[in-house]
């Protein structure tokens, strides 16, 4: 698998963005970069995810770097409720499709 | 999308025991996944089923202790069998036809 590094915890305060960041400086060039959250007492979600080209969806932006070695989640405006952890994951195309979760980013959006 | 419920949502089982979980999916799913959230800790996947194959276990996980079936495309179960402590986790299941996947609401096992 493509190891991935996330901070271990952010704050970000209530209406502003919350920039995610990731690094999977391994990656292989046909290997996609996905992000999933989880909130407290519920399943991992998922969230985005991006080859090469920014991607944006309702929820979120992803921002990948043209070297691919790092990327970005933005939450454009979060709200309380984004209070979760966010895990970057680079699934191993050989996994038969299982996702790896690392430790992920303890986000908190504060009031 | 797919709507995914567990049985039970949680329960406080003895040692020595053992508990069956349950995933229903509301949609026809090929590929199924079991995973375990110990306390404080990200999830582990335990087990690849596929409908129509025997299930895959990761390396630590074995079919003695987490027999899995998947009799149907919607349908699978997870077996914790002769549960000790260090089997109190969330048990999650999830379900995607690649790695974007969704998942249940977990089970949350006690063991006493």
């Known amino acids: 698998d493509a190891k991935t590094t996330q901070p271990t915890s952010m704050d970000c305060a209530e209406g502003r963005a919350a920039n995610l960041p990731c690094n999977h400086s391994t990656i292989s060039g046909n290997e996609y970069v996905y992000w999933y959250r989880q909130i407290h007492s519920q399943g991992p979600q998922y969230i985005i995810h991006g080859l090469k080209n920014n991607e944006t969806n309702e929820m979120a932006s992803l921002i990948i770097t043209e070297d691919r070695k790092s990327s970005t989640l933005i939450l454009p405006h979060a709200t309380l409720r984004d209070t979760a952890v966010y895990y970057c994951?680079?699934?191993?195309?050989?996994?038969?499709?299982?996702?790896?979760f690392g430790k992920g980013t303890s986000l908190l959006v504060t009031p | 999308s797919a709507v995914i419920s567990q049985k039970p949502s949680r329960d406080i089982c003895q040692r020595g025991t053992s508990l069956t979980i349950q995933c229903q999916v509301d949609?026809?799913?090929?590929?199924m996944f079991w995973y375990r959230q110990q306390p404080g800790q990200s999830l582990t996947l335990i087990a690849t089923?596929?409908?129509?194959?025997?299930?895959?276990?990761e390396s630590g996980f074995v079919i003695d202790k987490f027999p899995i079936s998947r009799p149907n495309l919607t349908f699978s179960t997870l077996t914790v069998s002769n549960m000790s402590p260090e089997d109190s986790s969330i048990y999650l299941c999830?379900?995607?036809?690649?790695?974007?996947?969704?998942f249940g609401p977990g089970t949350r096992l006690t063991v006493t």
């Open positions: 994951i680079v699934p191993d195309s050989n996994s038969g499709y299982a996702l790896n």
């Open positions: 089923a596929n409908q129509g194959s025997e299930a895959t276990y």
């Open positions: 949609s026809q799913v090929t590929m």
């Open positions: 999830s379900v995607g036809p690649s790695y974007e996947q969704y």
